[in-house]
């Protein structure tokens, strides 16, 4: 059976000691938290990537440690959690190097780092990588990185999406209209390499930043990057609306990410843009066995060595919530939302997202093991027909894959999973060329497109502050 919509895959990353894998550093077949800092290592991983079609590596970052869980930072530093983290800017050329088609997606906030370095970081990226990148803008949440750049306290959730949309005005005027088109004339008789008068200061003065310009680097090939954003909070989701043209969203259930999916679209459209200019993700947690006796063996001893306290540590930082507070008391109790200066995905997914109502007890019990309602384990066929009931039943467009012993399981789908996908028309065999905003999107251009808040800024026009 041949199917019209294909999906999307990328590898979600980290370069890091461990990402999401809490405790399975011990696993006999680890290596990623010896050799995250090996550059051969992410030059290996991304022709492995670029074999299995993979569209991108998506890199998740954080800018501190983890340490609302037991109000200590030893939690997450004993299992390793996202502790110690290198800067993935600076592995994306070297697997850029070793590949011709697979994209990059770098993690960056807007809270702590300002725009105009940002701007030319990211421009460099796309030179080095012939239009392979995109950014995932974060707004960040941890306590101690607000500490970590001089801030009593974290600045409070809706006010960091205040300032970064602000931050997206400035660097839409860097990337958009700071150089006009056919700058670089290479004029040796006159001995000008850059024509001024197409170079332009933007003169952005703004309730957070003042920037005069110009961008110090030449339009790269999408001027823009691919721009992903992930958030469920009623902020985090206008703000997709408004600028993300790839968003990540999660939910326990394919019904719930489609909610999610529908309302993103339809204030996409209220902002003027074209839904169909905006790529959905979710999560995908695969254990795969050639058998699925194989699998399940493979899913016990991988709980077996899962951290409880890494788990709790995460999910503490990510939604606010100290855990290990709650008295025995109160276990019996409903487990119930409450907003916090923190993300609110990690919170929702066990509160109002989750398919049931939990208690308390029942909550704590889902992060002191792997979440088996949250893992596809099985056989290649198997897995093949659970991921293809998720992308038909939820509506995304493809997933940000979990990997919980790396490299091999990643090995392991490519090997086992991608085929089964392939054949039945759910996966591309071959890439499309172009950049990675033309390999995703059917409108034909590199660059953003109209309708887009950031494509009115084009070529030079004339910026109202």
């Given at each position: 059976?041949?199917?019209?919509?294909?999906?999307?895959?990328?590898?979600?990353?980290?370069?890091?000691?461990?990402?999401?894998?809490?405790?399975?550093?011990?696993?006999?077949?680890?290596?990623?938290?010896?050799?995250?800092?090996?550059?051969?290592?992410?030059?290996?991983?991304?022709?492995?990537?670029?074999?299995?079609?993979?569209?991108?590596?998506?890199?998740?970052?954080?800018?501190?440690?983890?340490?609302?869980?037991?109000?200590?930072?030893?939690?997450?530093?004993?299992?390793?959690?996202?502790?110690?983290?290198?800067?993935?800017?600076?592995?994306?050329?070297?697997?850029?190097?070793?590949?011709?088609?697979?994209?990059?997606?770098?993690?960056?906030?807007?809270?702590?780092?300002?725009?105009?370095?940002?701007?030319?970081?990211?421009?460099?990226?796309?030179?080095?990588?012939?239009?392979?990148?995109?950014?995932?803008?974060?707004?960040?949440?941890?306590?101690?990185?607000?500490?970590?750049?001089?801030?009593?306290?974290?600045?409070?959730?809706?006010?960091?999406?205040?300032?970064?949309?602000?931050?997206?005005?400035?660097?839409?005027?860097?990337?958009?209209?700071?150089?006009?088109?056919?700058?670089?004339?290479?004029?040796?008789?006159?001995?000008?390499?850059?024509?001024?008068?197409?170079?332009?200061?933007?003169?952005?003065?703004?309730?957070?930043?003042?920037?005069?310009?110009?961008?110090?680097?030449?339009?790269?090939?999408?001027?823009?990057?691919?721009?992903?954003?992930?958030?469920?909070?009623?902020?985090?989701?206008?703000?997709?609306?408004?600028?993300?043209?790839?968003?990540?969203?999660?939910?326990?259930?394919?019904?719930?990410?489609?909610?999610?999916?529908?309302?993103?679209?339809?204030?996409?459209?209220?902002?003027?843009?074209?839904?169909?200019?905006?790529?959905?993700?979710?999560?995908?947690?695969?254990?795969?066995?050639?058998?699925?006796?194989?699998?399940?063996?493979?899913?016990?001893?991988?709980?077996?060595?899962?951290?409880?306290?890494?788990?709790?540590?995460?999910?503490?930082?990510?939604?606010?919530?100290?855990?290990?507070?709650?008295?025995?008391?109160?276990?019996?109790?409903?487990?119930?939302?409450?907003?916090?200066?923190?993300?609110?995905?990690?919170?929702?997914?066990?509160?109002?997202?989750?398919?049931?109502?939990?208690?308390?007890?029942?909550?704590?019990?889902?992060?002191?093991?792997?979440?088996?309602?949250?893992?596809?384990?099985g056989n290649p066929s198997e897995v093949a027909d659970q991921i293809q009931y998720?992308?038909?039943?939820?509506?995304?467009?493809?997933?940000?894959?979990?990997?919980?012993?790396?490299?091999?399981?990643?090995?392991?789908?490519?090997?086992?999973?991608?085929?089964?996908?392939?054949?039945?028309?759910?996966?591309?065999?071959?890439?499309?060329?172009?950049?990675?905003?033309?390999?995703?999107?059917?409108?034909?251009?590199?660059?953003?497109?109209?309708?887009?808040?950031?494509?009115?800024?084009?070529?030079?026009e004339k910026i109202n502050n």
């Amino acid at each position: 059976m041949s199917y019209k919509k294909q999906m999307i895959l990328n590898a979600f990353e980290m370069t890091s000691a461990m990402h999401n894998s809490h405790g399975l550093w011990k696993h006999k077949d680890s290596k990623r938290h010896r050799a995250y800092k090996d550059i051969n290592y992410w030059m290996e991983l991304a022709k492995t990537l670029e074999k299995g079609k993979f569209d991108a590596v998506f890199f998740a970052d954080v800018l501190g440690v983890y340490d609302t869980y037991k109000e200590s930072k030893e939690p997450s530093i004993n299992d390793g959690l996202q502790f110690p983290v290198n800067d993935g800017a600076f592995v994306i050329p070297a697997m850029a190097a070793v590949t011709e088609h697979l994209s990059f997606a770098l993690t960056v906030s807007t809270t702590y780092e300002p725009p105009f370095g940002q701007a030319r970081r990211f421009s460099t990226l796309d030179h080095l990588t012939k239009g392979r990148v995109a950014w995932n803008i974060v707004t960040s949440y941890l306590p101690n990185a607000a500490r970590n750049f001089g801030f009593k306290d974290m600045i409070k959730h809706d006010k960091r999406y205040e300032i970064a949309d602000e931050y997206m005005d400035v660097v839409y005027k860097l990337w958009e209209s700071s150089w006009e088109d056919g700058a670089v004339i290479e004029d040796t008789e006159q001995g000008v390499l850059i024509d001024r008068k197409k170079i332009h200061e933007i003169h952005h003065k703004g309730e957070y930043f003042d920037v005069e310009g110009p961008h110090l680097t030449e339009p790269s090939q999408q001027r823009t990057p691919v721009l992903y954003q992930a958030g469920t909070s009623p902020k985090g989701r206008a703000f997709a609306a408004k600028h993300a043209e790839c968003v990540f969203v999660g939910g326990p259930t394919p019904e719930r990410v489609r909610h999610y999916t529908e309302d993103i679209r339809k204030q996409a459209e209220e902002y003027g843009r074209n839904p169909e200019d905006i790529k959905i993700f979710t999560f995908l947690t695969v254990i795969v066995g050639k058998t699925t006796e194989e699998a399940e063996e493979k899913f016990a001893e991988y709980n077996q060595l899962w951290s409880a306290d890494a788990a709790k540590a995460q999910f503490g930082g990510a939604s606010g919530y100290n855990v290990a507070e709650f008295t025995k008391d109160e276990l019996d109790n409903p487990f119930e939302f409450k907003a916090t200066e923190h993300g609110h995905y990690k919170a929702a997914s066990l509160t109002k997202d989750a398919k049931k109502k939990l208690s308390i007890k029942e909550a704590i019990s889902k992060l002191e093991g792997l979440d088996r309602d949250n893992i596809i384990v099985g056989n290649p066929s198997e897995v093949a027909d659970q991921i293809q009931y998720q992308f038909e039943a939820s509506g995304v467009d493809g997933f940000n894959l979990n990997h919980l012993v790396t490299p091999a399981d990643l090995e392991d789908f490519i090997e086992l999973v991608i085929p089964i996908l392939q054949e039945r028309g759910l996966y591309k065999k071959e890439y499309k060329k172009g950049t990675l905003r033309e390999k995703l999107f059917t409108h034909g251009s590199p660059l953003l497109p109209s309708g887009h808040p950031g494509s009115k800024y084009r070529k030079g026009e004339k910026i109202n502050n």
